[in-house]
């Protein structure tokens, strides 16, 4: 599945409801974080909590109405592309969640877990066309019960082995593991599975999920989140404040005529301006159409608050208020320095360093709170199903 197809997918599922982003093809980032595999990141931890947020209890899983499964097999198609586009994206998210998952694991879910997204649609399908959950016993649901079991739940659980037990623990793995979680659950629930057996799943499920969120080690959700709240509270303290500075600048002409006369320098005083917008200093135009997608997602995570509005991406732009219209005041050699373009540009440039700074962290956070979200939904719905059975 394609980047391109993925965001297709979301804008068409996501954007008429409270997870909707606005999104657009995918152009490539002069960032180190680019801006659209962040927000890739954020739709789908935003669509796979959204799956764990509006899901219902145990009781109703066990008889879900047709349109529930139609929205819900919309919801897992969106994160299954997803999925997919994130692994296949997985060195451009190396900055972000600075521990990826190795090829073993993406080559298992390209040649297992896919394949098992599928079955579970087809059945689920089967179970929406024959009206299941209005049946008694007849031989035909006998039937698709033992397939439930033989091809979905018998192959899910050695999935989800693989990935809680073998020390898988990277946050990029949370949706996967989290609509894994959902499926294998339903699926036991429908099965008829015994309280046993769906309390070792939920356990296994829940405990991979509080690894990832509160540790031990640093690259949990928690401690990385923390480590990137500290380095741009100090981006922020960095920001300059506007600043008055005198400079010079070599007038090639002598005002005093004399064909040989020394060089003399004009004096000029500067003002410098600091401004805020967002993601355009230092940028390449073909960036331009990505940077527009980026703060609807910024001022949507900060109103549902996911995301602090001090830590958001931000850029800085320096700007300098003077000449022309300045009046001239000569000066002969040795002059004071700096030169006028050096003290400007050096300004700018440390504005540009800066901003990037900001930018990244902020976008590293951004992808970072969105999985914390994801994880969290995913674990207080295994929580309440735990509690429920």
């Given amino acids: 599945m394609k980047r391109r197809r993925f965001l297709k997918l979301v804008g068409r599922s996501l954007t008429s409801g409270a997870a909707g982003l606005a999104l657009s093809s995918f152009a490539p980032s002069a960032y180190a974080l ?9 739709n789908l931890a935003t669509a796979v909590a959204g799956l764990f947020a509006n899901a219902p209890g145990t009781a109703s899983l ?37 521990r990826i998952p190795d090829e073993t694991v993406v080559t298992f879910y390209k ?8 079955v579970y649609s087809d059945l689920i399908r089967e179970y929406q066309l024959d009206g299941f959950a209005h049946q008694i016993q007849t031989q035909k649901r006998v039937d698709w ?120 320098a004009i004096k000029f005083t500067y003002k410098s301006q600091i401004s805020e917008t967002f993601l355009f200093s ?28 001090e830590e958001k991406p931000r850029t800085i732009y320096i700007d300098f208020d003077g000449p022309p219209g300045q009046p001239m005041q000569f000066y002969l050699p040795n002059v004071p320095q700096p030169d006028c373009d050096q003290a400007r540009n050096e300004r700018h440039q440390a504005g540009v360093a800066l901003s990037r700074k900001l930018e990244d962290r902020g976008l590293q956070l951004m992808s970072l709170y969105a999985l914390r ?6 674990l207080r719905f295994l929580t309440r199903v735990e509690k429920e059975l």
Wanted: proline share 6%.
């Fill in 34 to 42: 680019g801006p659209m595999a962040v927000l890739a990141i954020v």
């Fill in 62 to 98: 066990q008889n879900l109405q047709v349109e529930m499964l139609k929205q819900i097999s919309v919801k897992l198609d969106v994160i299954q592309a997803g999925i997919v586009d994130i692994l296949n994206s997985l060195q451009e998210l190396k900055e972000i969640v600075l």
């Fill in 111 to 118: 040649d297992t877990m896919a394949g098992l997204f599928g």
């Fill in 145 to 264: 019960l033992d397939r439930l079991r033989r091809l979905l739940l018998e192959r899910m659980q050695l999935v989800r082995h693989v990935l809680t037990e073998i020390h898988y623990e990277s946050p990029v793995l949370v949706p996967l593991l989290c609509s894994a979680s959902f499926i294998e659950i339903h699926a036991m629930i429908l099965a008829g599975y015994s309280h046993t057996q769906k309390l070792v799943a939920i356990d296994g499920y829940k405990d991979w999920l509080t690894k990832i969120l509160q540790g031990p080690g640093e690259d949990n959700l928690s401690a990385m989140i923390a480590a990137a709240r500290r380095a741009q509270k100090e981006n922020v303290s960095s920001i300059p404040t506007p600043e008055q500075f005198v400079c010079y600048r070599v007038n090639p002409t002598p005002p005093f005529g004399g064909g040989q006369a020394p060089q003399a």
């Fill in 282 to 309: 230092g940028r390449n135009l073909a960036d331009y159409h990505v940077d527009l997608e980026v703060p609807p997602a910024i001022d949507k995570m900060i109103a549902e608050g996911l995301l602090p509005d």
């Fill in 373 to 378: 979200h994801a994880a969290t939904e995913g």
